[in-house]
């Protein structure tokens, strides 16, 4: 019998490692339904903490978590962060395998990755790809953009969303949410660790909030140049008795700079609304006409 070629040994060798690596992580995946469908859970730590995406739980306070020993249990949803799309759950046991967490820091581009999930609760499924994009932004059907995602072509059935998105070592490196444009969204690892603790003890994660509503618009070329950027965040409306409102701002108005940070984006201003700035007086660069104006706005606390 003649022995196998080296392309066809290689193949062998990456199909084993790759179900080894499914093997290993499919207890760490569990079922989570909230009662009008199902998507997946990841276990986080041998206490009985799960993590999923916010969007499986919805706004409820209770869900089913379907084990890999076939048993479904209670579990309490101690809190939730829409923007991240990330929810932390709890349920009464210590018997459960929590998942090794990885790094996110250093993903590069085509580095492969497979995403997991158990939907149905019967057994652990996944899909294949590489890491097509790292810190990219998208806006979910609710209007929320949710920053520095992880993005891969490892295709996300329905129930896939909780289910973790792992390395070659089986480690998860972030947690997948969505599938759009062809492509698999998750939130890396970094983020959803600090994510967990603060609702761990919060229940819930605090933003600043401006009272506005606004995108990107790209500058004519003659202020573009004048203000050296070319573009920024054009104020569309303003709330009523809101920090924007108070601070003068106005329908109409272009920001270009928070807190003396470049503003070209709506994701820029995102990003910069953060628990730090809450309730602190911030220096707000914006363009009236053709006319550069500076501010000062005091954000609010913004929860769900």
Same mark, same amino acid.
Request: no cysteine.
């Given at each position: 019998?003649?022995?196998?070629?080296?392309?066809?040994?290689?193949?062998?060798?990456?199909?084993?490692?790759?179900?080894?690596?499914?093997?290993?992580?499919?207890?760490?995946?569990?079922?989570?339904?909230?009662?009008?469908?199902? /998507?997946?859970?990841?276990?986080?730590?041998?206490?009985?903490?799960?993590?999923?995406?916010?969007?499986?739980?919805?706004?409820?306070?209770?869900?089913?978590?379907?084990?890999?020993?076939?048993?479904?249990?209670?579990?309490?949803?101690?809190?939730?962060?829409?923007?991240?799309?990330?929810?932390?759950?709890?349920?009464?046991?210590?018997?459960?395998?929590?998942?090794?967490?990885?790094?996110?820091?250093?993903?590069?581009?085509?580095?492969?990755?497979?995403?997991?999930?158990?939907?149905?609760?019967?057994?652990?499924?996944?899909?294949?790809?590489?890491?097509?994009?790292?810190?990219?932004?998208?806006?979910?059907?609710?209007?929320?953009?949710?920053?520095?995602?992880?993005?891969?072509?490892?295709?996300?059935?329905?129930?896939?969303?909780?289910?973790?998105?792992?390395?070659?070592?089986?480690?998860?490196?972030?947690?997948?949410?969505?599938?759009?444009?062809?492509?698999?969204?998750?939130?890396?690892?970094?983020?959803?660790?600090?994510?967990?603790?603060?609702?761990?003890?919060?229940?819930?994660?605090?933003?600043?909030?401006?009272?506005?509503?606004?995108?990107?618009?790209?500058?004519?070329?003659?202020?573009?140049?004048?203000?050296?950027?070319?573009?920024?965040?054009?104020?569309?409306?303003?709330?009523?008795?809101?920090?924007?409102?108070?601070?003068?701002?106005?329908? /109409?108005?272009?920001?270009?700079?928070?807190?003396?940070?470049?503003?070209?984006?709506?994701?820029?201003?995102?990003?910069?609304?953060?628990?730090?700035?809450?309730?602190?007086?911030?220096?707000?660069?914006?363009?009236?006409?053709?006319?550069?104006?500076?501010?000062?706005?005091?954000?609010?606390?913004?929860?769900?």
């Amino acid at each position: 019998m003649s022995k196998p070629l080296e392309p066809l040994r290689i193949l062998q060798s990456l199909s084993e490692a790759t179900a080894q690596i499914v093997s290993k992580t499919s207890p760490s995946v569990v079922t989570v339904n909230n009662g009008m469908g199902s /998507g997946s859970g990841t276990v986080w730590s041998p206490e009985g903490y799960i993590v999923t995406a916010s969007h499986v739980v919805g706004k409820r306070s209770t869900v089913k978590v379907g084990l890999g020993n076939g048993k479904s249990q209670e579990a309490q949803v101690i809190g939730r962060d829409p923007y991240t799309d990330i929810a932390l759950l709890k349920i009464e046991t210590k018997t459960l395998k929590p998942i090794e967490l990885g790094d996110s820091k250093d993903l590069k581009t085509g580095q492969f990755v497979l995403a997991l999930a158990n939907p149905f609760g019967r057994q652990v499924s996944a899909t294949q790809g590489i890491v097509t994009a790292v810190h990219g932004a998208i806006t979910t059907i609710g209007g929320i953009t949710i920053e520095d995602t992880i993005v891969t072509d490892a295709r996300l059935n329905p129930g896939y969303s909780g289910g973790p998105l792992i390395d070659v070592y089986g480690k998860m490196i972030g947690l997948n949410t969505a599938f759009v444009w062809n492509r698999g969204i998750a939130v890396p690892i970094n983020a959803i660790k600090h994510i967990v603790e603060t609702l761990k003890h919060d229940g819930k994660i605090k933003r600043a909030y401006l009272g506005i509503v606004s995108n990107t618009v790209r500058l004519p070329q003659e202020i573009a140049t004048q203000v050296n950027q070319q573009s920024g965040v054009m104020i569309y409306q303003v709330e009523a008795d809101s920090p924007a409102k108070k601070a003068g701002l106005a329908m /109409g108005d272009v920001i270009l700079r928070f807190n003396q940070k470049s503003i070209h984006s709506i994701n820029d201003l995102h990003r910069y609304l953060t628990e730090e700035v809450i309730g602190k007086p911030t220096k707000l660069q914006t363009l009236r006409g053709e006319n550069p104006t500076e501010l000062t706005i005091t954000p609010n606390a913004k929860t769900e």
